[in-house]
């Protein structure tokens, strides 16, 4: 029988190896024991699950059940005949008397890092094992003294089910039959130093209650689904990319409360995207997070879709939803940074384990949140499958990666002292570097027609080109510096905007030095920023003529589009994470004419091959005028490559321009306006030149030997194709 002390430990929870004393054990005489901790039991019997007869009854020691097994030397298929104290029984397979779980090469590769989808064995997974239905945990913690699995299977007692350490991963393990998909779980930690640690959410959960809860929830993992090759197309470089970005939680309320389900916004939400024209939906973190107000960007179950919508398996539904309305769907993924909790991430097993320990490399202040520690093995590991699992498992179409210049540079929002440099003494964080390569490379092994695109605001180099060639492997970048400028042009008083003419037009020097998206984010209408409506200068009639005239200059702009919702109708105030769009405003033509104007410039956007074909390359783009400030027109042409080309001419004063020479081009007789921001049918003047076809006049203008005579609206972009 066991020492009084190993007895102790067990009944206080302290014991470190529970699987060594636990179970079925052969003394030195070759007898078999059987011992169980079993709290609130008051009657334990040994069944043969072979014949279910009885072989002896367990003698109490407390909650600590033991005998001597007789007539048997041998190990057996047993079940524990468990009578509790509140009068209830049951017959239980029990979980001490299963091997360990995960096998050597995988938790080599664990171990070293290199496993492409650990979230197939780390984590909680519903099976059967020798004919027994249970769940198998697997969690790392490799600094803890003891690890137990907590939950409703077994009141949240950390004694019932303590978990064996595998040394060469630090990585515990434990098979608890009965367990079962929709459980609550945590895992319950003492720390090396002895500390008995806030229970711990499973980092690898696939689901997570709604805050204020906080416990995981054993869920299914989805099976493996690639993109269906048109997906793929959609996706190409060469291919239109206009994309809706939404907050789900504030987009539509659903019936009777604040947050629609998945199956609620799979109906009306990709229907409504798609009816715009655009291409591609990207929503806001949608994994489990703390903190409404932190819109999904303070993540704690990266692995879960949060419970705010609904179970995980509505998101399927979305996702399918999005799919079949031609829509591709992108998620913003947060892998710079996480809050610091107690349930969550951080001193996990009471050590700085997915964490930097030095605060001048684990501690964002911009957030007040944690930094991975982008340089162990295990934390690539969890954050690289991560980014596979949401494209593979979800079948979604790829990752917006947030904050990857927080993630590039050592001295982020870092003064002088305040940060520690790489090993060669810069500032780059190298290991962030080879965390962002490893994930695209195997997102694009992997997961071939998926695409990541970065928000990266500084001018690191390469963002957009392939690892191979030195790049960081990202298929496109947030053009931040366009944004910048241009929205700083548009809030000039047209009759200024002479003296800033180079804010409209600098883009155009970087503009082919990365595949970029022109992003119109939820960054630019909070914090006090406005909204787009109200960054414009003017009287209510200027505001709106502004904003199309600047939607038009962006459409036409050489890279894949990015709008956040609310904008395609002109919101009038900051978005409010806390409150629905406001829908009402469509019942307004000046609201709805700027949604009818988003719809036609997505549809000419797919429609002309020249407004996106070449977006990401020089030769689809020329100046035809990039000069006339005095009058704060601009004039382009944007070019296919395979001969079709679209004139594009801004007039950003109130000003109407009759008979504007503009130098085209030979080879085209004639012009005709496709799109005119200043139609009537979207709230303008209705000047322009929609009424006959412009001919080609044999007059020189602007270093081109063909010129024609335009009429530019005030406050407007047009679009021109040959006749």
């Known amino acids: 029988m066991l020492e009084q002390d190993q007895i102790d430990e067990l009944l206080a929870g302290r014991h470190t190896d529970p699987f060594a004393l636990l179970g079925l054990h052969a003394d030195g005489q070759g007898r078999l024991w059987l011992r169980a901790l079993l709290p609130g039991a008051s009657k334990v019997e040994l069944l043969d699950a072979l014949t279910s007869r009885t072989l002896v009854s367990l003698q ?108 060469a991963a630090g990585i515990w393990d434990i098979f608890v039959p009965h367990a079962a998909l929709g459980d609550l779980y945590k895992f319950e930690i003492i720390a090396a130093n002895g500390e008995l640690l806030p229970l711990k959410a499973d980092p690898y959960a696939r689901a997570a209650q709604l805050r204020p809860d906080t416990a995981s929830i054993v869920a299914a993992l989805p099976t493996a689904r690639a993109l269906p090759p048109e997906r793929a197309a959609a996706n190409a470089r060469q291919a239109p990319l206009s994309i809706y970005e939404v907050h789900a939680a504030s987009w539509r309320f659903g019936q009777g409360g604040r947050f629609a389900s998945w199956e609620e916004l799979a109906l009306q939400l990709p229907a409504y995207a798609a009816g715009l024209g655009f291409t591609h939906l990207q929503l806001m973190p949608i994994s489990e997070h703390p903190f409404d107000g932190s819109w999904g960007y303070q993540t704690l179950g990266l692995y879960a879709p949060t419970a705010r919508f609904g179970e995980p398996e509505g998101f399927a539904v979305f996702v399918a939803a999005c799919h079949a309305h031609g829509l591709g769907l992108l998620l913003d993924w947060v892998p710079a940074h996480f809050p610091s909790d107690a349930h969550g991430l951080a001193q996990f097993d009471g050590s700085p384990l997915y964490e930097y320990a030095d605060p001048r490399e684990g501690f964002h202040r911009d957030w007040n949140t944690l930094i991975y520690n982008f340089g162990r093995n295990e934390v690539r590991q969890f954050l690289v499958g991560n980014a596979l699992y949401w494209i593979e498992r979800w079948g979604v179409d790829g990752l917006r990666v947030d904050a990857v210049a927080s993630m590039l540079y050592r001295d982020y929002s870092r003064a002088a002292g305040e940060w520690i440099p790489n090993v060669e003494g810069g500032r780059e964080n190298l290991e962030a570097i080879a965390l962002l390569r490893q994930m695209n490379r195997r997102v694009g092994s992997e997961t071939p027609g998926a695409i990541t695109v ?240 412009l001919p080609t006049l044999s007059q020189p203008a602007q270093q081109q030997e063909q010129s024609i005579l335009l009429t530019l609206p005030p406050l407007a972009t047009i679009f021109l194709v040959p006749a």
């Open 60 to 167: 109490p020691s407390g909650d600590f059940f033991e005998s001597l097994v007789p007539r048997r030397r041998k190990r057996f298929d047993y079940r524990l005949a468990v009578a509790w104290a509140d009068g209830s029984q049951g017959i239980y397979a029990d979980a001490y008397a299963f091997g360990p779980q995960l096998g050597d090469a995988d938790l080599a590769l664990l171990a070293a890092g290199d496993h492409p989808r650990p979230f197939t064995l780390l984590g909680a997974h519903a099976l059967e094992q020798d004919h027994v239905d249970g769940v198998r945990f697997a969690v790392w913690a490799p600094n803890a003294r003891r690890v137990s699995v907590v939950g409703s299977f077994n009141q949240w007692d950390g004694r019932r089910h303590g978990m064996r350490l595998r040394h």
């Open 454 to 693: 970065a928000e990266e605001s500084t001018s690191f180099p390469g963002v957009s080109a392939p690892v191979h060639a030195g790049g960081l492997g990202f298929h496109y970048k947030w053009n931040m510096g366009w944004m910048n400028d241009s929205l700083r042009y548009m809030q000039e008083d047209p009759v200024h905007r002479r003296w800033h003419h180079d804010k409209i037009t600098f883009s155009l020097v970087y503009a082919f030095s990365e595949n970029f998206v022109l992003p119109i984010s939820h960054d630019e209408v909070v914090h006090g920023k406005g909204s787009m409506l109200a960054k414009m200068p003017g009287d209510d009639w200027q505001q709106f003529a502004n904003l199309r005239a600047y939607y038009g200059f962006m459409w036409g702009h050489p890279g894949k589009k990015l709008l956040f919702m609310g904008q395609e109708f002109a919101q009038p105030g900051e978005w409010n994470h806390d409150a629905p769009l406001p829908w009402a405003l469509l019942d307004d033509p000046r609201h709805a004419g700027v949604q009818r104007l988003v719809a036609d410039l997505n549809r000419i956007y797919r429609e002309l091959p020249a407004l996106h074909r070449l977006d990401c390359e020089a030769a689809g783009f020329d100046w035809l005028d990039a000069s006339d400030a005095e009058q704060s027109v601009l004039a382009w042409l944007r070019r296919d490559g395979q001969g079709g080309v679209v004139l594009v001419v801004s007039n950003f004063t109130p000003l109407p321009r009759v008979a504007y020479r503009l130098g085209v081009p030979q080879g085209h007789g004639a012009w005709k306006e496709v799109l005119n921001t200043d139609s009537s049918h979207y709230g303008g003047s209705n000047l322009g030149n929609l009424e006959a076809h």
